[in-house]
T-cell receptor, first 114, second 117 residues
Framework: NAGVTQTPKFQVLKTGQSMTLQCAQDMNHEYMSWYRQDPGMGLRLIHYSVGAGITDQGEVPNGYNVSRSTTEDFPLRLLSAAPSQTSVYFC?????????????FGQGTRLTVV | AQKVTQAQTEISVVEKEDVTLDCVYETRDTTYYLFWYKQPPSGELVFLIRRNSFDEQNEISGRYSWNFQKSTSSFNFTITASQVVDSAVYFCALSMNPYNQGGKLIFGQGTELSVKP
């Protein structure tokens, strides 16, 4: 029972490099989202998707791109990494349209931009 | 605007003490959902409880209990007889969409609880 799987778990990038954080879920959840966690700020929503082909911005979208071609996958792309993007990134998924649902989170990706 | 405030940044207690983690929320919506998540040192986020705005009943689960008071916009979390394994960062979160209760969560800043033996 995998749940939400994020890869990689750790990553170091140089300023200006690009990379993609992977997120996959096997629960057939319609809704998927990306959060970043910074000290003293809790988790903040970056982008979210309510289904394949549909994405929208959250609270802190600048510097990040997303796409959703399948129900299972929701990758987060950093086109030109900046030190301000050093953070821990969490992917989450949940049912859309149901009651009594909560978000299931991946294990997180710790990203350092030097 | 919606907001969640966890004013206690860090709390340190000795094992077997009771401890209450405070959560105050702001929203103009009449329908909303409140959550508590635990983040142990290993880093994952563990779901603890969900409460909707229409249900003000307090809840108890083992050593954990939650006190929801709409009059003060608070959803506090109490651990009774704390244990070292309770050491973690605890997050309170809010969402407003009844069709996507687990989505677009607004998190508080988190409270880091340290339970010493």
């Amino acid at each position: 029972n995998a749940g939400v799987t994020q890869t990689p778990k750790f990553q170091v990038l140089k300023t200006g490099q690009s990379m993609t954080l992977q997120c996959a879920q096997d629960m057939n959840h319609e809704y998927m989202s990306w959060y970043r966690q910074d000290p003293g700020m809790g988790l903040r929503l970056i982008h979210y998707s309510v289904g394949a082909g549909i994405t929208d911005q959250g609270e802190v979208p600048n510097g990040y791109n997303v796409s959703r071609s399948t129900t299972e996958d929701f990758p987060l792309r950093l086109l030109s990494a900046a030190p301000s993007q050093t953070s821990v990134y969490f992917c989450a998924s949940s049912y859309f349209g149901g009651s009594n649902t909560e978000a299931f989170f991946g294990q997180g990706t710790r990203l350092t931009v030097v | 605007a919606q907001k969640v405030t966890q004013a206690q940044t860090e709390i340190s207690v000795v094992e077997k003490e009771d401890v209450t983690l405070d959560c105050v929320y702001e929203t103009r919506d009449t329908t909303y959902y409140l959550f508590w998540y635990k983040q142990p040192p290993s880093g994952e986020l563990v779901f603890l409880i969900r409460r909707n705005s229409f249900d003000e009943q307090n809840e108890i689960s083992g050593r954990y209990s939650w006190n929801f008071q709409k009059s003060t916009s608070s959803f506090n979390f109490t651990i009774t007889a704390s244990q070292v394994v309770d050491s973690a960062v605890y997050f309170c979160a809010l969402s407003m969409n009844p069709y996507n209760q687990g989505g677009k969560l607004i998190f508080g800043q988190g409270t880091e609880l340290s339970v010493k033996p």
